[in-house]
């Protein structure tokens, strides 16, 4: 007698659902406006840096409550 297989595998999420990807993008954003931050040569890229520092830190606020 066999016994039947528990074939219930989770459907793939969409990688702009993953947690792992979209933390490492949010980290990537918090770490380009600290550069942007700190460079001497362009204005236009300090003018820039806060938006983006905050953009990375609400990205990671929000994707940090995603399943794993």
Same mark, same amino acid.
């Given at each position: 007698?066999? /016994? ?9 999420? &969409?990688?702009? &659902? ?8 949010? /980290?990537?954003? /918090?770490?380009?406006?600290? &550069? ?16 983006? &520092? ?7 606020? /929000? ?6």
């Amino acid at each position: 007698m066999k /016994i039947p297989a528990d074939n219930h595998q989770r459907p793939k999420r &969409l990688f702009l &659902l993953r947690r792992g990807p979209m933390e490492n993008i949010a /980290i990537t954003l /918090i770490g380009l406006g600290f &550069l942007m931050l700190f460079q001497p040569f362009a204005l236009i890229l300090y003018t820039y840096s806060l938006v983006t &520092l905050l953009a990375g830190t609400v990205m990671f606020i /929000i994707v940090s409550k995603f399943p794993e």
